[in-house]
């Protein structure tokens, strides 16, 4: 299985753990998570620009006629 290796300062990690045993999960399904739903959030993000910016072009469109 791939592995990734990301480097966080003592504070981040520290904080980290905090939030890790908060939702009593490891730090690996924390991050891992974590890594997920931010990549997933961008792709919604994008998508959502570019459905604004379609309707925007079309609204336009429609106001013309």
Do not use: C
């Not at 990301?6 to 939702?23: N, Y």
């Not at 891992?32 to 959502?48: F, G, M, P, W, Y």
């Amino acid at each position: 299985m791939p592995v990734l290796n990301v480097v966080f300062t003592e504070e981040e990690m520290a904080s980290l753990r905090d939030q890790a045993e908060k939702e009593d999960i490891s730090l690996k399904r924390l991050a891992h998570d974590a890594v997920l739903a931010e990549v997933r959030r961008r792709k919604i993000t994008a998508l959502a620009v570019r459905t604004a910016r379609a309707s925007a072009v079309l609204n336009k469109r429609l106001e013309n006629e």
